[in-house]
């Protein structure tokens, strides 16, 4: 019998798009810069991205082309992939949608983590970094953060602003200790408050930790991360 699912796995891989880090990216902000820094020098990741991973970004990007392709029909003034850059950052990225006018990013997310941040009230901090580098590439004094449900029709969205000092501090610090470890080649140190999750979603523990403590579920999961103690 044709197993279906395993033909999927295998077409993902097949049609997975490898990509070369010329300049640092606004979507990357908040996460480990070690990891960053290493990406962009060209250092292979301790793991490639598995079937699973794949088909996670796919569907976010298939629910962003749903929402853009819904609001085109509004007959609003739509721009796609605005693209945009931050030379004294070394940064470029592109905005989502522009919709008459106005900034939005567009971000996919399963039901507990909507309901996170439905109770904070705010949009989680790297998609407000996100879209403040937009703001301040494209010379725009607000936009918004609009998140959909993955798994069920919710939706939510908060706005940025350009004078928000403390999203604006947050990039400055991330992006300076960027551009500086790139200009002296030195990769940034991994700081001693790393929170766990950045630990779980850096792809680059055996060069940011110099360790081997790491487990892995399955090749299609993300890391279990166990940080060597002192």
Same mark, same amino acid.
């Given at each position: 019998?044709?197993?279906?699912?395993?033909?999927?796995?295998?077409?993902?891989?097949? =049609?997975?798009?490898?990509?070369?880090?010329?300049?640092?990216?606004?979507?990357?902000?908040?996460?480990?810069?070690?990891?960053? #820094?290493?990406? +962009?020098?060209?250092?292979?990741?301790?793991?490639?991205?598995?079937?699973?991973?794949?088909?996670?970004?796919?569907?976010?990007?298939?629910?962003?082309? +749903?929402?853009?392709?819904?609001? !085109?029909? *509004?007959?609003?003034?739509?721009?796609?992939?605005?693209?945009?850059?931050?030379? !004294?950052?070394?940064?470029?990225?592109?905005?989502?949608?522009?919709?008459?006018?106005?900034?939005?990013?567009?971000?996919?997310?399963?039901?507990?983590?909507?309901?996170?941040?439905?109770?904070?009230?705010?949009?989680?901090?790297?998609?407000?970094?996100?879209?403040?580098?937009?703001?301040?590439?494209?010379?725009?004094?607000?936009?918004?953060?609009? #998140?959909?449900?993955?798994? #069920?029709?919710?939706?939510?969205?908060?706005?940025? #602003?350009?004078?928000?000092? =403390?999203? !604006?501090?947050?990039?400055? +610090?991330?992006?300076?200790?960027?551009?500086?470890?790139?200009?002296?080649?030195?990769?940034?140190?991994?700081?001693?408050?790393?929170?766990?999750?950045?630990?779980?979603?850096?792809?680059?523990?055996?060069?940011?930790?110099? *360790?081997?403590?790491?487990?892995? !579920?399955?090749?299609?999961?993300?890391?279990?991360?166990?940080?060597?103690?002192?």
């Amino acid at each position: 019998m044709i197993d279906i699912p395993k033909i999927l796995d295998e077409q993902t891989l097949k =049609e997975r798009e490898s990509r070369t880090v010329k300049s640092w990216h606004p979507s990357a902000l908040g996460m480990c810069l070690t990891g960053l #820094y290493f990406e +962009r020098l060209g250092v292979p990741p301790d793991r490639e991205f598995g079937a699973k991973d794949l088909d996670l970004f796919d569907s976010g990007k298939d629910g962003e082309n +749903r929402i853009v392709s819904k609001l !085109e029909r *509004t007959g609003r003034k739509i721009e796609k992939q605005v693209e945009y850059f931050l030379p !004294e950052f070394d940064m470029h990225g592109f905005l989502d949608v522009m919709v008459d006018g106005l900034p939005v990013e567009i971000k996919t997310t399963n039901s507990s983590a909507m309901k996170y941040i439905f109770e904070e009230g705010k949009p989680k901090i790297n998609h407000a970094m996100q879209l403040w580098t937009a703001l301040k590439g494209l010379n725009k004094e607000v936009g918004v953060v609009v #998140y959909q449900g993955r798994d #069920y029709n919710g939706k939510l969205q908060f706005p940025v #602003y350009l004078k928000d000092e =403390e999203i !604006e501090s947050a990039v400055t +610090r991330e992006a300076t200790i960027l551009t500086e470890a790139w200009k002296e080649k030195t990769p940034p140190p991994v700081p001693d408050d790393l929170p766990k999750w950045k630990g779980v979603y850096c792809r680059w523990h055996k060069q940011c930790l110099q *360790t081997n403590t790491i487990t892995y !579920e399955s090749s299609d999961k993300l890391p279990i991360v166990q940080l060597a103690s002192n």
